[in-house]
């Protein structure tokens, strides 16, 4: 057996899989076809026209499973970068992925994508949804954590209602960090951030989602792209010491994020911001639904559009768990994948 080797005509793709703060990333690293286009969002308008497939392939069963998620390194399309990503999930391609660029940045220094230099690393990386910069902090030669500075967040509203089947009147922010998303607190609809109470979250995050998609516009200041909700986040509070609070976010088709969510915690910080709960300077620790965390700071104010926004740093920490070769049987009927949920 360990000689064997695939047929001729089995298409090979490899990928280096890691994971920040519990939640899963799988790097493409070589036998995916080359993208077209000039900026980061027209490739991912390309790969989801002609290679979704692919995308379900990796992402969904037998291969990954309803929670997965990964990316596409693309070489840059802006001068400052040095490589861009396009991010990956059971529904398709996402805008950007603050646990990605923490999992992405700690496999590109150590599996030499780029030069390590000592005690820190900074990378730019182009995204659908703006430019991201990453540092990396080095002990012993290996990423301990990575701080990034994300795109700019913003409120597009505060205590917004809507009617959802199954709950009633429901309660929510909405807010973007390189997505957009509804933030519920969990207690309002009677649930808690915790793995015991995961099947109604995913539940009651996706009729909520459907609910407030089907109400309302969700526009996005400069690209149709990325005007759209991602998910919906709900917030808990915290017993831990030194830990502000807890969120789980739920996204594409019910998929569950057990990191803190970068993104989530990006826009999180633009709401404390716009409600005069935090200020410049300010950081908090957000856990997730199973008690990994992400330190979380407003580092800057700033303006997006006709939106007032902050710049949020974001830190946590990856690990690489394998190296896979994915073969894939041009006769096999499943190859595409399939979800179960």
Not at 145 to 153: E, K, T
Request: include cysteine; hydrophobic fraction near 40%.
């Amino acid at each position: 057996m360990k000689s064997w080797r695939a047929p001729e005509g089995w298409q090979k793709i490899t990928t280096i899989d890691a994971h920040t703060a519990g939640e899963p990333f799988r790097v493409v690293t070589s036998g995916f076809p080359a993208l077209e286009g000039t900026t980061i969002l027209a490739k991912r308008r390309f790969v989801k026209e002609h290679y979704d497939q692919l995308r379900s392939t990796l992402m969904l069963e037998p291969r990954g499973h309803a929670d997965m998620y990964g990316c596409l390194v693309t070489p840059p399309v802006t001068k400052e970068a040095d490589f861009g990503v396009l991010f990956m999930h059971n529904a398709g391609f996402s805008t950007m992925c603050g646990h990605g660029i923490i999992a992405m940045t700690t496999v590109a220094l150590e599996a030499g994508l780029v030069v390590m230099q000592t005690p820190q690393t900074t990378m730019r990386i182009d995204t659908p949804a703006g430019l991201v910069t990453a540092k990396a902090h080095i002990e012993d030669g290996r990423v301990k954590s990575v701080s990034f500075l994300n795109v700019a967040s913003f409120v597009l509203g505060l205590d917004q209602t809507i009617m959802v089947p199954g709950l009633g009147e429901v309660r929510y922010d909405l807010a973007f960090g390189g997505g957009f998303y509804a933030y519920v607190n969990a207690a309002d609809v009677g649930l808690t951030v915790t793995p015991e109470d995961l099947h109604p979250l995913i539940d009651q995050g996706m009729a909520i989602k459907r609910a407030i998609m089907a109400s309302r516009s969700v526009p996005h200041p400069f690209e149709d792209d990325l005007g759209f909700l991602y998910g919906t986040i709900f917030v808990d509070k915290s017993d831990e010491a030194g830990v502000h609070s807890k969120n789980v976010c739920i996204f594409a088709e019910g998929e569950v994020d057990r990191s803190p969510t970068g993104t989530g915690v990006s826009a999180r910080l633009a709401i404390h911001y716009a409600r005069g709960e935090l200020g410049v300077g300010d950081e908090i620790t957000i856990a997730s639904i199973i008690g990994t965390s992400f330190r979380c700071t407003v580092a800057e104010e700033t303006m997006f559009g006709p939106h007032p926004a902050i710049i949020p740093q974001v830190e946590g920490s990856a690990y690489i768990t394998g190296r896979h070769e994915f073969l894939i049987d041009p006769t096999d009927p499943l190859r595409d994948g399939f979800m179960m949920r």
